[in-house]
């Protein structure tokens, strides 16, 4: 277990401490071994380390896997008193590893005394962001057991892990499930206006082919640069990407989400069609397509967006979104500058819309009032940069009339004419004047600077 504390003990998941499923396999079993030999202080220690590295696993876990930390958890339940905990974790061990249940249950005498009869749970859906693929215990879902804890890993549409943790029975969804982290440097190419467009007609044609590699591509383009995209979109342009979501969604089996994606389809496009093979008469898809168009009307709920900030969802300005539908939210400046745009799944509530990426005082000023500001701002520099213009100058021509004096003073001083008794008279007064032409000169030049800086 060294490693696993050096791990730790070396940040959130630093480079080259991702962990492998052997790994994870070998440091589970360990930890149970230990627990059943009543190691406790190592147990419990090793448990907490181990959930904190799930961010480290690049890949899926292994439902056998996910199945070991509930067990692994269900027995720090008991140790601790807590029976329903350990009740809950026993029953999410046999749903995700029912064959390697039994064997495990047979170790711990407890344990197999507290297993009661398994039913099936109910689930509720998870509200996820757009081609983001979710997997809990293991196994590609879009659904969370009601009343267990699961083991929660976010892939992005790029592929790459976004987070995981483990989530206990009544523990809420992480914001990073329905918002995951935004890079727009990976879908700047499609963040153009146009480009989402095109990439969803280009999903949609792969559907129509069964191309499911190309289908998969040019979804992910959409994703990566809906978050990303410089122009406002239309509702027909956002009714596809809802096709398209729910199309995905209909893959994983996740229909009930499928089936809210869609129906939003219907809603903003009633003329829009799906082609193609797996949407022909009699299909299942074509029937949950047909379902779309009979369901009830979503509610809506309002957006609470700062004042300055127009609000479109999904491209109709408005400040109400449907709540038990998906929807796409963009925040856009007076100016028509698109400051902020999301996929909004259903159910989920908006992150805090002052704080999210380039809602600032100065983005959301109108441009009239953005014009008067900066005439304003030259108008109370124009009167000090004015004074010290004409100090300035006066302050040079003074250095300059005195250095004239001073010139005409020593003329007199080396005069053959010049009566001896005048000499020291003249030589103070040379002195003096050229002094103060020194310093009148550098005055000048200073409040010449500072009034040139003001400008800047």
């Known amino acids: 277990m060294w490693w696993l504390l050096s791990v730790a003990l070396a940040g959130p998941c630093p480079d080259g401490a991702s962990m492998g499923s052997a790994e994870v396999r070998e440091a589970l079993d360990t930890l149970w071994a230990q627990g059943l030999a009543g190691d406790d202080v190592a147990f419990r220690t090793g448990v907490a380390e181990l959930e904190a590295r799930i961010a ?30 350990r009740d809950r974790a026993l029953a999410s061990m046999r749903r995700a590893a029912p064959e390697e249940a039994g064997a495990w249950l047979a170790d711990s005498d407890v344990l197999a005394s507290a297993a009661g009869a398994y039913r099936v749970p109910a689930t509720a859906e998870f509200g996820t962001s757009l081609a983001v693929q979710v997997v809990v215990d293991g196994r590609p879902s879009n659904e969370r057991p009601l009343g267990q804890p699961v083991v929660v890993q976010v892939f992005g549409a790029d592929g790459a892990l976004v987070d995981a943790a483990w989530l206990a029975a009544r523990d809420p969804l992480p914001s990073w499930v329905s918002y995951p982290p935004v890079r727009c440097d990976e879908g700047a190419a499609v963040a153009r206006p146009g480009a989402l467009a095109a990439a ?15 289908f998969q591509q040019a979804l992910r383009e959409v994703a990566l640069g809906l978050p990303c995209s410089e122009a406002v979109l239309s509702p027909v342009e956002a009714a596809a990407i809802h096709r398209l979501e729910g199309v995905r969604l209909y893959t994983l089996g996740a229909e ?65 979104r449907p709540a038990t539908v998906p929807s796409i939210v963009q925040l856009t400046a007076p100016s028509g500058q698109v400051l902020w745009t999301s996929y909004v799944p259903a159910m989920a509530p908006l992150p805090a819309l002052d704080e999210v990426a380039g ?6 000023l109108a441009p009239a009032r953005q014009t008067y500001l900066d005439d304003e701002d030259r108008r109370r520099r124009s009167l000090p940069k004015q004074v010290l213009l004409l100090s300035g100058t006066g302050l040079l021509v003074t250095s300059g009339l005195l250095w004239q004096g001073n010139r005409n003073t020593i003329s ?28 009148a000169g550098a005055a000048g030049a200073l409040c010449l600077g500072v009034a040139v800086a003001f400008e800047l």
Do not use: K
């Open 200 to 214: 969803g007609e280009r999903a949609e044609a792969a559907f129509a082919t069964l191309d499911v590699e190309g």
């Open 56 to 85: 480290c696993l690049p890949a899926p876990l292994e439902p056998a896997d996910a199945g070991r930390f509930h067990r692994n958890r269900a027995l720090l339940a008991q140790r601790s008193g807590d029976d329903a905990g």
């Open 256 to 320: 009930r989400s499928a089936l809210r994606s869609l129906q939003q389809a219907r809603i903003l496009d009633p003329l829009g069609e799906m082609h193609g093979q797996a949407v022909s008469e009699g299909s299942p898809l074509a029937a949950l397509w047909a379902r779309s168009l009979t369901s009830a009307p979503p509610p809506w709920v309002p957006v609470d967006a700062p004042e300055g900030v127009d609000v479109r969802v999904d491209g109709v300005p408005s400040r109400l």
């Open 359 to 364: 809602l600032t005082t100065d983005a959301l």
């Open 412 to 439: 007199d001083y080396v005069a053959p004419e010049t009566a001896p008794e005048r000499l020291e008279g003249l030589r103070q007064r040379a002195n003096r004047t050229a002094t103060a032409s020194t310093v």
